[in-house]
């Protein structure tokens, strides 16, 4: 008698359907009105949806996935992430731009997961601030065993108890950072890349090998913070983190240097996503080697 309900079902999808263009669309419009390299038709022309993620403020945290296609299987899967600082507005962007770069390219090499602002109250409240709602740094938010010893004691003692970086008192205490966690068991990435600024460098960690460079952004390890996303996915549960940290927080790079970070990035995920294409990379480079 399941034909009795579905009108009822019907009009339950349209709803939910609904409410989700909405929240899309107002979230675009609160983006759109922020950033001056993303305006909102930009943003709802990603095609993005809402996660089952929020902000502490109830902000939708949105998402773009580009899924496997039929005619090729992925390399591997990759989760990329902007924003989870609110005041480094050119790593939202640059996103944004890679988002763009997608609708028209994606070939299924890799299936994508992108989140292009995790930190939707950081960015979007009258003057952008690095830390969420709470006043808390969700790059120091995660996971960490003898949290008092290691994350606030390093926040203390290393920063002077500096308020941009506050961890949080308990690891996981943010909706932001509990979300990405539950996400990252949800989708299981291969390398995670989480896209920063001002220090224009590539920092790294995790298994194996980091890029050495991307576009004009060499290598630079700056260390694995206590709370830290590259602590705990890069060193704890060994998925590569690939951090990507632009020259400047409010100045987006030019377009030659943006398709060039880009295009590297691409060509190191698909020599390094697995070990299997690592070991295929390095047995064709020594077979390529001179005797």
């Known amino acids: 008698m399941l034909h009795k309900h ?3 079902i019907c009009l339950l999808v349209s709803f939910h359907t609904n409410a ?36 502490t403020q109830q902000a939708p945290i949105l998402i773009k996935e580009y899924p496997p296609l039929s005619r090729r299987s992925p390399l591997g899967k990759v989760l990329l992430i902007g924003g989870i600082h609110g005041d480094e507005y050119s790593s939202v962007s ?6 763009r770069t ?16 995790l930190n939707p109250d950081g960015l979007l409240r009258r003057k952008s601030q690095r830390v969420n709602a709470n006043e808390v740094d969700l790059n120091r938010n995660f996971p960490m065993e003898d949290w008092e010893n290691t994350a606030l004691k390093h926040w203390k003692n290393y920063t002077g108890s500096n308020p941009r970086y506050y961890p949080g008192e ?4 943010e909706n932001e950072s509990s979300w990405l966690v539950k996400h990252i068991d949800e989708f299981q990435p291969d390398v995670i890349v989480a896209v920063h600024a001002p220090h224009g460098v590539i920092d790294y960690d995790g298994p194996r090998n980091g890029p050495y460079k991307l576009g ?14 590259g602590n705990y996915a890069g060193i704890q549960r060994q998925i590569p983190v690939v951090t990507i940290e632009l020259p400047y927080a409010g100045i987006m790079p030019t377009n030659d240097e943006i398709n060039s970070i880009w295009r590297d990035m691409v060509r190191w995920l ?22």
């Open 6 to 8: 579905l009108p009822l």
């Open 20 to 55: 989700e263009e909405i929240e899309v669309r107002n979230e675009c419009q609160r983006i759109g009105n922020k950033l001056g390299s993303v305006s909102v038709s930009d943003c709802l022309n990603i095609g993005l949806s809402t996660s089952d993620g929020y902000s």
């Open 94 to 99: 640059i996103v944004f731009k890679w988002m």
């Open 102 to 117: 997608l609708n028209t390219y994606h070939s299924g090499l890799f299936h994508w997961h992108i989140v292009p602002l």
């Open 170 to 173: 308990a690891p996981l205490s």
């Open 216 to 229: 004009r952004l060499y290598l630079n390890l700056l260390g694995t913070y206590p709370g830290s996303l």
């Open 270 to 291: 698909s020599e390094n996503i697995t070990e299997e294409a690592y070991n295929q990379s390095h047995d064709i480079d020594q077979d390529a080697a001179p005797s």
